[in-house]
């Protein structure tokens, strides 16, 4: 490819060199032909002849092709087939027959456990070997894939430039030309009227003697021209000039100016000189002569500078593949590896059916990432947000009436206070309230490590003079509405950090172990929590989500409804994963309230 490149750089050079050369040569075959005959309009065709040659000298030659050296599209590779989730090892009711002893029965049921987890943790490790070798081969296939794009490119980018090179060469001929024209432009002349007139020859005289003025008629060969001309000549030389008038060479002589703005080349025949035995007689067109005024004309010239160049623009082709990768556990979960923001939750909530409206469902969502007052960022707050508020919705069966979604700067002091006045307000008995929360948590410690969260716009410093966001006020407003069920998820550990940070910048994170929370009805109202103690909040930064909030909303995705069970599931996964961030990011979710309740 590259020694092709270059041999064909060489012949474009070797092209433009003798350019010039080859268009004089073509001039020469085409006006050593006869002379055309009988022309209706022979100066107006002269005229366009010249135009002709003019803008064909101006002409820019065309770009280099390379549509036939552009290397074919790498095609995406065929991904290995997706995993089949085996299905879970079913567990069967156990009964305790009459004539058993409860000691027996609880034997076999604890049995019963063990070969239920026995049998489950072999079936996840065989599907996890599986999803890794898969995995595995997945990313060999991407990094091949992405090797022979950027091959592919990189031969692109060659073309391109070459291609680029190649026109900057055009324009810069097409500047020479211009600037050269002036050498060429009597040539052009010179052939147009020999090629429409033929030779010009005298054909008539007639000599005054009182003034001693000649008057010749000059006419072309092809007779489409006559012009007259007078001159002052001695008598003697006047017989002789008459005696015979093909020893007389005519000459016409023409005055060539240009417009530039116009690009107009004006030409206008001057005079006709005579040759007669070698020696020159200058003389001047006659007035009596009616074919002066076609000697005159302006010549439209093509603006070489104008010349439209097609540029030969070639598309890369992107390096990254989307590839579909399984995640390790028994529900087939997939996401793109990209380099750009995914929300996989909500790619995955596209897939499922919407759940039946449900007007006795509320929803409060409260989600700051960013806030205001120098406080630390929380990574994903807002995106882990919306994703709640989106589930709930399509799953749960919540109204979009009946939601209140209040993300960063929306979820100010006063907005969260109204906000939820308002929805309590609107509340029924029997009616459920799913309320989320993800944003910093601060444990005051003028107040014994009072907990409290911390809206968008409130200083961490000034927060215990907001008794509306003590924690145990909020769940206490919650409890006490006339809601029949309560369902809080929240997503702050109220150890002062989050992802291992202060919340506020430059200071170090405090750590501090939050008051425990009791203050609600635990009949009606139940909370998980994302951490405990000293713990972090952690970010889940492959998932773009919080952690917590992650594994909350996968557990939902995947069905699982009742409480209890799906604290088990979150606190399994949040805990081991965590694990592999550190020891110091350790994350276990806590479980408080009525634990039998469903989501």
């Known amino acids: 490819m590259t020694n092709y490149i270059k041999s064909t750089l060489l012949l474009t050079i070797l092209a433009v060199s003798l350019q010039a050369q080859e268009i004089e040569v073509v001039w020469k075959q085409r006006f050593n032909q006869d002379p055309i005959q009988n022309s209706e309009n022979v100066m107006e065709d002269i005229h366009k002849d010249i135009a002709l040659q003019i803008n064909t000298y101006l002409k820019p030659r065309k770009a280099i092709k390379v549509s036939k050296l552009i290397p074919s599209e790498i095609l995406e590779p065929v991904l290995p087939a997706t995993i089949i989730a085996p299905e879970h090892v079913q567990k069967i009711k156990l009964q305790q027959n009459k004539y058993e002893r409860l000691s027996e029965f609880k034997q076999r049921v604890e049995q019963q456990n063990r070969s239920y987890i026995e049998k489950s943790a072999q079936q996840k490790k065989s599907y996890e070997g599986q999803i890794e070798r898969r995995n595995t081969e997945i990313e060999a296939l991407s990094l091949q894939y992405k090797k022979a794009v950027k091959a592919r490119n990189t031969e692109l980018i060659k073309l391109q430039e070459l291609v680029t090179q190649d026109i900057e060469l055009i324009k810069k001929e097409q500047a020479d030309k211009k600037k050269n024209l002036n050498k060429y432009i009597h040539v052009f002349v010179k052939n147009a009227f020999k090629h429409y007139l033929g030779s010009p020859s005298v054909i008539a005289s007639n000599y005054t003697v009182n003034n001693e003025t000649m008057q010749l008629t000059i006419a072309s060969s092809n007779k489409s021209f006559k012009q007259s001309v007078e001159f002052s000549l001695d008598p003697h030389l006047a017989q002789e ?47 009596k002569s009616n074919t002066q005024k076609y000697m005159v004309a302006d010549i439209e010239i093509d603006d070489p500078t104008n010349v439209s160049l097609e540029d030969t623009k070639l598309d890369l082709q992107e390096e990254s593949l989307a590839i579909v990768l399984q995640k390790s556990t028994l529900k087939d979960v997939s996401y793109r590896v990209t380099s750009e923001s995914n929300n996989e939750i909500l ?88 309320f989320y929360y993800s944003g910093h948590g601060i444990p005051v410690a003028a107040q014994n490590n009072e907990p409290y969260m911390l809206p968008y716009d409130i200083d961490p410093s000034y927060i215990d003079d907001e008794s509306f966001y003590k924690l145990k006020n909020f769940y206490k407003m919650l409890s006490d509405s006339k809601a029949s069920k309560i369902v809080a998820v929240i997503d702050s550990c109220f150890s002062g950090s989050t992802d291992g940070e202060s919340l506020l910048k430059g200071v170090a994170a405090a750590r501090l172990v939050a008051k425990k929370v009791e203050s609600f009805d635990t009949n009606k109202m139940v909370v998980l929590s994302a951490g405990q103690g000293k713990q972090y909040s952690n970010m889940y930064r492959e998932k773009e989500q919080r952690l917590f909030s992650y594994f909350i909303m996968n557990s939902i995705l995947e069905n699982e409804k009742t409480i209890n069970l799906l604290y088990k599931d979150v606190y399994y996964n949040v805990e081991k994963t965590s694990r592999k961030m550190g020891n110091l990011k350790l994350q276990q979710p806590t479980l408080s309230g009525n634990t039998q309740l469903n989501f």
């Open 241 to 287: 000039m008459d005696s015979d008038l093909s020893l007389i060479e005519p000459k016409l002589i023409y005055t060539l100016s240009s417009k530039p703005k116009e690009n107009l080349l004006s030409i206008k025949l001057d005079s006709i000189n005579l040759v007669f035995n070698n020696q020159q007689y200058l003389s001047k067109l006659s007035n």
């Open 347 to 434: 790619s995955r909530l596209k897939t499922l059916k919407s759940a039946k409206k449900d007007e006795t469902k509320w929803l409060f969502v409260v989600g700051i990432e960013k806030y205001d007052n120098g406080v630390a960022p929380i990574a994903y707050s807002a995106q882990s947000a919306k994703s709640y508020s989106a589930l709930a919705q399509k799953l749960l069966g919540i109204p979009k009436e009946n939601s209140f979604d209040l993300i960063n700067q929306k979820a100010s002091s006063g907005k969260i206070k109204s906000e939820m006045k308002r929805m309590l307000s609107l509340v029924k008995k029997d009616d459920t309230i799913y």
